[in-house]
């Protein structure tokens, strides 16, 4: 007897094809400027100057994957600010901050 497929029990049951790899997501520069909410000149211009990581396809086609999105939010992360003292600052003088050495 001839196994059927549970979908169409008249159809003799094929081999289930391979998994496939799934196409990583890629974004456009008008995509990462858009998700970054930045312009796109900003963004042709960091990966002019090898700030950040892209993938090229031919003489002007750049595409960014998500992985390269992590990594351009992780080297675009700001440490936090100094924080201020507590003392008030006289007039004319510059903040103080707290100094950060042990």
Known sequence: MRS??????????????QP????PR???????????QLTPATVRAKTKT??????RFGQRTIRFTDQHLQAILSLS????????TRRH?????????????P
């Not at 496939?20 to 196409?23: E, G, S």
């Not at 992360?77 to 201020?84: C, S």
Request: proline share 16%; hydrophobic share 30%; no cysteine.
């Open 4 to 17: 059927t497929d549970s979908r169409n029990p008249d159809m003799p049951h094929a081999q289930d094809p």
């Open 20 to 23: 496939t790899t799934a196409t």
């Open 26 to 36: 890629t974004y456009t520069v008008t995509e990462l400027a858009d998700v970054l």
């Open 50 to 55: 090898g700030a950040w990581p892209y993938l």
């Open 77 to 84: 992360e700001a440490p936090p600010p100094p924080q201020l």
């Open 89 to 101: 600052r006289r007039r004319g003088e510059a903040p103080r901050y707290a100094s950060t050495a």
